[in-house]
């Protein structure tokens, strides 16, 4: 089942994603700039390749959440070099803080 919902934080819209998959579940909250996801996706990847770093994405991981709520609160433990270029996000950021520098 894929769930999207509005979601608002501090006046900022985003949309938040649920996707379930079998034995885990997808978490993204996202707008038109950049996300943050559960730790069922790797942001290294857009880091690794030399294609697709040149995007530029602005993206945040976090491990060991089961809900958006727990996503929006919990620390991020991989971010994308362009997240902390453009954005000053940094590891360990609340998820929240970090969605809240996008613009």
Not at 1 to 27: C, N, Q, R, S, Y
């Amino acid at each position: 089942m894929i769930t999207v919902k509005p979601l608002e934080v501090e006046g900022k819209h985003f949309t938040a994603t649920t996707v379930e998959l079998p034995k885990t579940t997808l978490l993204v909250i996202s707008n038109d700039v950049g996300y943050i996801m559960c730790a069922a996706l790797d942001v290294d990847f857009f880091d690794a390749n030399e294609k697709l770093k040149k995007r530029n994405v602005i993206a945040g991981r976090a491990e060991g959440v089961r809900t958006i709520d727990q996503l929006l609160h919990a620390p991020l433990a991989k971010i994308t070099d362009a997240s902390q270029e453009l954005y000053g996000w940094e590891i360990g950021m609340i998820g929240k803080d970090a969605l809240l520098k996008l613009e």
